[in-house]
C-alpha cells in the first residue's frame, strides 16, 4: 500500500491528510478525506496572485492615484505590502 504524500492538503474539518479521488470537468485534481469523506479541489491562487501583484506594482511604481474603488483594491492588494524584495 502506497503512503500518501506530504504534498497532499489537509482536510478543513478533521485535519487528516487528503487522498486523490479523481479529475473535475475543468481537469482539476479532486481530493477526498478518508476519515470524514469530505470532497474538494485544492484551488491555484498563483495566477490570481501574480495578477493582484502586477496591479499592485503598477500602482505603486506609477504617478497616479489609486484605482476607482480604491478601499477594493487596498483590501484586495494588502497582502503584497507584506513582501520582502
Known sequence: MRTRSNR???CGLCGARMKKNGHDRLGRQRW???GCRTTGAV???SRRRRAELA???GWLLAPSPQPSGSRAFRKRTSWCWGLRP
Open 8 to 10: 497532499a492538503p489537509e
Open 32 to 34: 477526498m478525506c478518508p
Open 43 to 45: 484551488r491555484d491562487l
Open 55 to 57: 496591479e499592485f506594482l
